[in-house]
């Protein structure tokens, strides 16, 4: 799979929530999200404006105005929140915290359904055509497919394995595939995967070059 990098972007946040124009290359420094003295971990924009932002305390966040001002969100979780996102199909929003996954369709006003997993959820993907996907600790996978309730889908050919985690995931929706990272249960990344049906995966040659991952 070829990596390429984007050509251009009108404006963008990342980390600790900075508006990017000219293509990534000038930032600066927006307002950041109150979320007290944790990090910011997630952020994630439904093409219509709004951004949503996730951090270390639990609290969600949204912007309407490319990231220079923010209001906090409601019905919020107790933990981390670890990933933020929007999916089209649904035209909801979805994020990953401490076995739960907390739903909204503003990005504003928030629902925490708790799920029957083992630990924390690192990652929330969709394939944007009904499919929604919450991956964890102990490579634990749950699937939404009406948008609104979860059930585990299985380890797959992974298997339970409580020294593994999910990282992060992502769904390339020109090739029909997942593509996630996972790691040790201290955080270090093996390697990556990728799977067209989020149950059986196969593990990428990632280049040389890459280094040590972190995703």
Same mark, same amino acid.
């Given at each position: ?41 997630? $952020?994630a924009? *439904?093409?219509? %404006?709004?951004?949503?932002?996730? #951090?270390? !305390?639990?609290?969600?966040a949204? /912007?309407? @105005? =490319?990231?220079d ?17 929007y ?35 690192n990652? $929330?993907?969709? *394939?944007?055509? %009904?499919?929604?996907?919450?991956? #964890?600790v !102990?490579?634990?996978?749950?699937? /939404?497919? @009406? =948008? ?23 769904y ?38 890459? %280094?040590?991952?972190?995703?």
């Amino acid at each position: 799979t070829n990596i390429t990098k984007p050509t251009e972007m009108k404006r963008g946040v990342i980390g600790t929530i900075s508006p990017a124009t000219s293509a990534l290359a000038t930032w600066t420094q927006a307002s950041t999200p109150s979320f007290g003295a944790t990090d910011v971990y997630c $952020v994630a924009a *439904n093409g219509s %404006g709004r951004i949503v932002a996730g #951090g270390g !305390s639990g609290k969600l966040a949204y /912007s309407d @105005d =490319g990231g220079d001002t923010w209001t906090q969100g409601t019905g919020l979780a107790a933990s981390a929140i670890n990933d933020v996102l929007y999916d089209q199909y649904y035209g909801k929003w979805y994020a990953a915290s401490s076995r739960s996954v907390l739903v909204s369709s503003d990005g504003a006003a928030w629902v925490s359904y708790e799920l029957p997993a083992i630990g924390f959820f690192n990652a $929330v993907v969709s *394939n944007h055509q %009904g499919a929604v996907h919450i991956m #964890g600790v !102990s490579a634990q996978v749950f699937v /939404s497919n @009406d =948008g609104q309730t979860f059930a585990e889908s299985g380890y797959g050919n992974i298997g339970l394995d409580s020294t593994k985690e999910w990282g992060k995931a992502v769904y390339n929706q020109a090739e029909s595939r997942y593509v996630a990272g996972l790691a040790s249960s201290s955080g270090t990344v093996h390697t990556l995967y990728y799977s067209d049906d989020a149950i059986t995966w196969t593990a990428c040659t990632v280049p040389s070059f890459v %280094g040590s991952l972190n995703a």
